[in-house]
């Protein structure tokens, strides 16, 4: 060692072997969950320093090394530090939050199992997560180690599924999927592969951002043969951008997955539609569609997180026309109480009287169209 540690690495990390770090179960065991091995990766404010040693955090601490390796040791306002370092803010009390925003637990209609909409429903599979997101919309849950369902709950989860025909679509979540074994998850979508009528699953996973080195060959091997399979990912930022990333992404391509990334809309984070821009079409390059931004959910402890719906619906105007219509995703509100997502758009027509309808493109030129009778 020269003292300099390999590209993509903290300081903290450079004696660490190759081996260790390319090895998903090393950066998995080896995640920071102290405040003592933080302050060895980045200077902490009294802020964060104090939202660490709390002990009434409901979500823990926890960081991959790999992940803490992008944060930036001397800016409390880096973009990954500030998904993955906790602020006191998050213990502050917001009458508009709740527990549980999308209401989960009250359309849950097996263990883990929530069916809200009419043909997909969603599975909870484990609480376990490379990284724990400070903006988790389920932070409450994942947090609590007795929330992981059993394998009697998951074969309950499957039972529902199985004897519900109208069910066409399931998405595979947590937690984070990708954080159970490749035998479990191999078990697991066989179980679900037997059902003959659903035809796809989705797993939703940020291991591809937050600990890429899990995409392994063995994994998609495994995993390709319950296709067709989508991975939903979750990419908030350019900076997660990273070539270990792109190299996850291309060998899920590669294998046959279908790739669609949802990012969560972050005030301070991501509001700045260039950037946005920027990732969409990295993520393209990786054949990965950007697919929803979220407006971040109404979960306790998340309100500095949350944006006005007008930044939302700004990088969906910086986007359409701008580039590619593949690197336009949907924006949309998932509604407390179970309401589902709605989209939301920006307002194209200005002006309908009659059969005459008027437009503003992209650039704000006005373009007419009638519609006849
Ligand atoms: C988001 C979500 C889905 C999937 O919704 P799509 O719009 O099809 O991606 C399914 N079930 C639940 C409970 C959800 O929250
Ligand atoms: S990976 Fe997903 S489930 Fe896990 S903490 Fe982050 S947002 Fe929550």
């Not at 199992?113 to 009419?118: A, I, V």
């Not at 679509?169 to 947590?174: C, K, M, R």
């Not at 991501?270 to 109404?298: G, H, S, T």
Request: net charge neutral.
């Amino acid at each position: 060692m020269n003292g300099n540690p390999p590209a993509g690495r903290a300081p903290l990390y450079a004696a660490v072997s190759e081996r260790d770090w390319q090895d998903w179960r090393w950066q998995q065991s080896h995640r920071v969950r102290s405040v003592e091995v933080l302050e060895e990766l980045v200077h902490l404010t009294a802020d964060e320093r104090q939202a660490c040693e709390s002990t009434t955090e409901p979500l823990p601490l926890g960081i991959s090394p790999y992940y803490a390796s992008l944060m930036a040791a001397d800016d409390p306002q880096c973009p990954v530090r500030r998904q993955a370092v906790p602020t006191m803010a998050e213990l502050g009390v917001v009458d508009s939050e709740y527990d549980d925003p999308l209401a989960e637990e009250e359309n849950r209609v097996a263990p883990g199992l929530t069916h809200r909409y009419p043909d997909r429903a969603m599975l909870y599979t484990t609480h376990q997560c490379a990284v724990f997101c400070r903006h988790c919309n389920r932070r409450r849950k994942v947090g609590d180690p007795t929330s992981a369902p059993t394998k009697a709950d998951l074969d309950a989860a499957v039972r529902y599924v199985a004897g519900h025909p109208e069910l066409r679509d399931l998405l595979v979540s947590g937690g984070d999927p990708l954080s159970l074994s490749d035998e479990r998850l191999d078990e697991l979508l066989g179980k679900l592969r037997a059902i003959p009528h659903l035809q796809i699953i989705r797993l939703a996973t940020r291991m591809p951002t937050t600990l890429p080195q899990r995409i392994t060959e063995e994994l998609v091997q495994r995993l390709r043969r319950h296709h067709p399979i989508y991975v939903a990912t979750h990419f908030n930022h350019l900076k997660e951008c990273t070539s270990e990333a792109a190299l996850a992404l291309n060998r899920l391509a590669d294998a046959g997955f279908v790739l669609a990334n949802q990012m969560v809309l972050l005030k301070g984070i991501n509001e700045a539609p260039a950037m946005v821009r920027e990732m969409n079409q990295w993520l393209l390059k990786q054949r990965c569609r950007p697919y929803y931004i979220f407006q971040c959910d109404a979960a306790r402890g998340t309100h500095h997180f949350r944006t006005k719906v007008s930044s939302g619906i700004k990088i969906i105007e910086g986007l359409r026309g701008y580039t590619s219509g593949l690197a336009v995703p949907h924006y949309v509100v998932d509604l407390p109480g179970g309401g589902g997502k709605v989209p939301l758009i920006p307002e194209y027509l200005v002006k309908h009287e009659g059969t005459k309808l008027t437009f503003r493109n992209y650039e704000g030129k006005l373009f007419s169209y009638d519609e006849g009778e």
